[in-house]
């Protein structure tokens, strides 16, 4: 189960968290010399904020905006020190340091860690200059730099699992995919076996009982059943009852057949399928030929099948086993009796 924070939460947690910050400045407005500067630096503040919240196209923040954002640390401690010699010690006129701190935390979460560290770098660097070493820990520095380095380590964190969850996902994935292709391998191994054994069988008990003593006809009947038994290893989803039975036909006319599935069909729906095998079983009871060879076309194709017939001029006969190669080097010199592209959709 998935747990996720809504967007707009998270958002207005840090826009209170930094609305606080301008309350406090708003407050200690009597303690700095001359309010201008000090305004100039609650009104820098508030800007990159807004900006740093709003502007959030994507998770990783725009670099213009991670340098404005490391610019704006380095001025608003200037614009605030220079009007606050010192704090009062009940007065909040050192708010700056815990603000620049969220500001930067907020820049590191949105993956400039590089800028985040130059802000607080500047803090650090302008807030010893002002109040010494001791002004790290008595104006909250320490804490501040304390949040960035938490966001750094969260960012790291998460983007490592982010990383490693996608690397899970897509191992899933072709866990999946293999397992489903080593099923579909054993269902067509299992199916073939089955076709095989139950065209065989009746001709495998034949030669048995005849203690392999066949006479010329049920020879001739073994050549048709090999053919047959290739055509489903080769053909494979160029076959329908209506091909098969054209084929056995054509086979005992004396033609030679040879269906080629080489995968352009594989994505035509199972009624474009059935449209074109039964096309293919037209073209085959239809064409008188010696040689005839279907064959699928690429899927970008727009045809699914070409179905072409040759003769030899010598009038030689072609075998009814079908092995001959469907580009045989004598193809050159035989004639053309069917030439046919099946469209792959309904014209």
Not at 77 to 97: E, F, I, K, R
Request: glycine share 6%; charged share 20%; hydrophobic share 45%.
């Amino acid at each position: 189960m998935n747990i996720s924070i809504p967007r707009y939460l998270i958002i207005g947690l840090a826009a209170v968290f930094s609305a606080y910050h301008l309350v406090l400045a708003f407050v200690s407005l009597d303690v700095p010399v001359h309010n201008g500067p000090y305004l100039a630096a609650m009104a820098l503040y508030a800007l990159a904020t807004v900006l740093s919240l709003w502007l959030s196209k994507g998770l990783r923040m725009p670099i213009w905006l991670a340098a404005f954002d490391a610019a704006v640390a380095f001025t608003v401690p200037l614009l605030v020190t220079s009007q606050v010699a010192t704090v009062p010690p009940d007065s909040y006129a050192a708010w700056h340091t815990a603000a620049i701190g969220t500001l930067m935390v907020i820049v590191s979460t949105r993956r400039r860690h590089t800028f985040a560290w130059i802000g607080i770098g500047a803090l650090i660097v302008e807030t010893v200059a002002w109040s010494g070493v001791g002004g790290l820990v008595a104006y909250g520095v320490i804490g501040s730099t304390t949040w960035v380095a938490v966001s750094h380590a969260l960012s790291l964190s998460l983007a490592k699992a982010g990383r490693d969850t996608r690397q899970y996902e897509l191992a899933e994935r072709e866990a999946v995919d293999w397992r489903a292709a080593q099923e579909a391998h054993v269902s067509e191994r299992q199916m073939r076996l089955e076709q095989t054994s139950r065209k065989a069988l009746p001709m495998l008990r034949q030669i048995v009982a005849a203690h392999g003593e066949l006479t010329d006809a049920q020879r001739l009947e073994c050549l048709y059943l090999e053919g047959a038994i290739r055509d489903e290893i080769r053909g494979r989803k160029l076959l329908n009852d209506r091909v098969r039975e054209q084929i056995m036909v054509a086979r005992r006319k004396g033609t030679t057949v040879t269906l080629l599935d080489e995968g352009g069909i594989d994505d035509l729906d199972a009624d474009d399928l059935e449209r074109v095998l039964n096309r293919l079983a037209e073209a085959i009871r239809d064409t008188q030929t010696e040689k005839l060879i279907a064959r699928t076309v690429a899927e970008e194709s727009d045809i699914a099948v070409t179905v072409v017939g040759l003769s030899s001029h010598d009038g030689g006969h072609a075998s009814a086993l079908g092995s001959h190669n469907a580009y045989d080097e004598d193809d050159d010199e035989d004639q053309v009796d069917l030439w046919l592209e099946i469209p792959r959709a309904k014209p």
